[in-house]
């Protein structure tokens, strides 16, 4: 009876191993700034995949719909994910994007020819983000929308 028992603890082991090394070997979420913490947001559609920000590079079987960043000079690196197959599987793309605390930044897709870039949709000051965080002047000023270019289309 006891020899019966001993393959099911061994592959219950085995079970719980494989389990611990795999969460073990997955990155771990990306830094982030708390929510107290002055911070601008980054906000992505599913046609837009990140694969990392500044030096951290994050797990490519995420998505990350939006991320919290510090105010400041960022490069973010994208995959295209949207329904275009000529532009699916195409290098990574990098964009700099320079953001303020209270911020928000909407990025979508244009795919232009045979290429795809990043492109911020919208750029938008943080619902309630003033009331819980002490704002300046010029944090609280958006800058005028920039008119779209009619040569792309947006995914």
Not at 110 to 124: D, F, L, Q, Y
Not at 133 to 138: I, L, R, S
Request: aromatic letters at 8%; hydrophobic letters at 35%; glycine letters at 8%.
């Amino acid at each position: 009876m006891e020899s019966g028992n001993m393959p099911r603890r061994c592959l219950w082991f085995l079970v719980v191993l494989s389990a611990a090394c795999g969460l073990l070997r997955c990155t771990p979420v990306p830094v982030q700034p708390g929510k107290a913490e002055p911070y601008a947001l980054v906000v992505l559609p599913q046609a837009i995949h990140v694969l990392g920000l500044d030096t951290q590079t994050f797990d490519p079987r995420w998505y990350i719909q939006e991320i919290r960043v510090i105010p400041g000079l960022h490069s973010l690196r994208f995959a295209y994910e949207g329904s275009s197959p000529q532009h699916r599987g195409q290098q990574p793309v990098s964009f700099l994007l320079g953001t303020q605390a209270g911020h928000q930044y909407v990025f979508e897709p244009k795919t232009c020819g045979i290429s795809w870039r990043p492109a911020v949709a919208e750029h938008t000051l943080i619902v309630g983000y003033c009331r819980t965080h002490t704002c300046t002047e010029d944090e609280t000023r958006v800058p005028p929308r920039i008119p779209r270019t009619p040569k792309c289309n947006t995914d």
